[in-house]
Structures are given as C-alpha cells and as structure tokens.
C-alpha cells in the first residue's frame, strides 16, 4: 500500500510539472512568433545597408589614400571587447552555453589579446567563472522593438574604440535560421574589414544573396556621388551602421533564444508525458500485486477455518 501511495504522488507530481512545461512551451511559442516576424522584416535592411557601407568605405579609402578611423586596422592588436548575447533565463536547452563555447574559441585562436566581455543578458555572468574579464553588463529585453534598446552598447562600443581601449571589437550572438536550427557566430565589428566581406546576418547562404533582386541591384550601383565630402558621409553612415548591425544581431538573438526554450520546453513536456505513462504502468502493476497478496491471504484464512 505504501508503495503505491508513493508512486501516485510521484505521478501527481510529475502531472504539475507536465503542466508547467506546457504553459512554458506556449508562452515561448508566442514570444517566438513575434520575434521571428521581427527579425525578417529587418534582415534584407541590415544586409543591404552593410553591403552599401562596404562599398562606401571602398571608394573612400581608394580615392583619397586616407581611410576612416572606423576602417583603419591598426597595426597591432593588444586588447579587444567581445559583445556576448544571451537570455536572461534558463530552460532554453544550450543556447547559452553553445554562444558562450563559440566565443571561448575564438579567444583561443588569439591568446595573446587580451579581451574584455561586455554582456547582454543575466546568463552570460557565467564567463566570470572560466576567468574572464568583464567590462559592463546591460540588461537585455525578452522583446526588442527599438533601435534605442541598444543605444547604450553601441555608444560605449564605439567611445572605447575610438579612444584606443580596444583594437577590435566583436559581437558573439546567435542567428536564426528556423524554429530547429541556430547557428552560434561571432562577428567583428570594428574595425569594419573592407577586404573581408563578412557573412550576412541570418545565415544567408551564397547562393540566396547572389539570386536576391535586391543585392543585384546593389550589384549594378557602382559610382557614388559624396555630398558634401566621402568623409562626412561616412562619419555619420558608419555609426548608424553599427547600430543596425548591433539591433539585427539583438533580434536574431531574441528569435533563436524564444525557438530554443519552445523546443526545449516541448521535450520536457513529451518527457514528462512518458514519464507519468511509465509510473501509471508501476501503479497499476503495484496496485495489481497488492489485490493479489489480499486475495491469497483471504483464500489462505479460509482455508484455515474450513480445516
């Protein structure tokens, strides 16, 4: 009897927290598909504007042989920041701790820089524990509706660069790439590399961007014409570049984190589904074997007076 108490407040147990993953799962779901609307409408912007500044910045630095701070390697790197992404919250499977390894190994390919963490989200504290320096943590939105949501980052991202604290500067984030699959990346942002032409945001493949009417027309625009000079131009397209840069990795953060907990959360629910299947069987297999223990010693008493 005390056995199948047990198993019945292990299934009583496991029926809540069944309940809570769902509630999880679709809270998820939703924040899910909010993000993802999000994160589309702005992908072809952030990946059209990237492409038109590379080739601005092209033309400056072949034109006059002077090249924009904001474009300029520098001749040694010593110190560099890595903008780390993550949630707030656990429950999301290895989103976290697959961004956090990826920016880890891009550290060890430069041992020798030292590299200072800024964090965006309450779990990428955990980079304290592997020894790591951390130079600010911001607080991150569930939901990013704003390019001012990350004002703060890109102010202090381009003050500390142009002030020679850091020699580069990247962003660790996650692109989306649908419900199942995110793909951890870490991208530099400064200096913006004229030479190397990046991957887009979104895990675009080759093939898409090639076929994209919107890059062929980007293609076919090949002369510029500065007003009032290059320079000036650049001045005030570059910042806003980053900043979009920065906001569409935010959003593609955000879209990949709400799909990874919805998934996650989906799991533990069949988990817990098979589970309390599993303890219903143990119940009523224990419930079975106590009748038939109380129907032997019933039969066994009656055979006893009868004799």
Known sequence: MAKTKEISRRIKSVTSTKKITKAMEMVAAAKMRKAIEAVLKTRAYANLSWETVLRLASLESSGNGHTHPLLAPRPEIKTAAVILITSNRGMC????????????????????????????????????????AVAAEFEKS????????????????????????????????TDFVNAAKQIPRVKQLLPIEIEKIDSQLGAVSAAEANNDPINQAAEAVIEYAFEPSPREVLDMIIPKLLEIQLYQAFLEANASEHSARMTAMHQ?????????????????????????????EISAGANALAE
């Open 142 to 173: 569930d939901i990013i509706n704003d390019a001012r949501d990350i004002y703060p980052i890109v102010k202090m991202a381009l003050g500390d660069y142009l002030s020679g604290k850091y020699d580069k500067i990247f962003i660790a984030y």
């Open 268 to 296: 533990a629910t069949e988990a817990a589904n098979d589970m309390v299947n599993e303890l219903t069987l143990f119940y009523n297999k224990a419930r079975q074997a106590g009748i038939t223990a109380e129907i032997a």
């Open 93 to 132: 499977g290895g989103y976290n701790s697959s961004i956090i390894s990826k920016a880890e190994l891009s550290l060890k390919k430069h041992p020798a820089v030292k590299t200072d963490f800024i964090l965006a989200g309450k779990k990428g504290a955990s980079v304290h524990q592997h020894g790591h």
